[in-house]
């Protein structure tokens, strides 16, 4: 099974699209898939209850029973997976925040020269969208944070790679909006010549993680 979560409030957008082309070659590979849109879900972020290192618990596992829970369970079983988010004001979005949050934190160990708890390897990836163009990422730090999300992920999980697809399209309307830095015709170039490319990378991707280490 590969899982793709989508960390965008918009369905059949752009994070969105990518995710289902994911989807798309892991399924020409045979895989079984799922997409599951956090927005849809009641959860919050790490309590930072600890209930995942107590001692009389379940050591690596969050305790917390809520719908992020569902989706962690699915994390355990699955063969690989995919987060996509947005970047809202340089960070992903809060959603796919707190659910990175509850996933990360309860395979951290804290005892000395203890590995993470997650107990085996499997493939995971990282799409970004954004409004920057991809010159601006360093500038804007947006390289650094894309390797700290890779970084982590590959700690974790034991392998991560990532596709991060700037100069997106922000809407199928510029008029209705106060949006006179961007060039909708411009936009609707990139959105028409540049984004396809994406896709086709975004189906690369899909059908790397369906291939199991």
Known sequence: MVLAINGSP???????????????????????????????????????????????????RCVVNDDARLVLDKIEECDAFILGSPIYIGEVSGMMRAFYERLIFQYISYDNDSPPLFNMKIKTAFIFTTNASASAYEQTGYTAMFQRYENMLARIFGECRTLAVGETLQTDDYSKYHMSRFDEQERRRIRNEIFPLECEKAIELGIWASELF
Do not use: P, V
């Not at 969105?16 to 798309?24: D, R």
């Not at 079984?32 to 995942?52: A, M, P, Q, R, V």
């Open 10 to 60: 918009r369905k059949s957008w752009n994070t969105h699209m990518l995710l289902e082309k994911t989807l798309e070659g892991a399924a020409s590979n045979g895989a079984e898939t799922e997409i599951i849109n956090l927005y849809e879900l009641d959860y919050k972020g790490c309590y930072s209850c600890f209930g995942c290192k107590r001692q009389d618990g379940l050591n690596g």
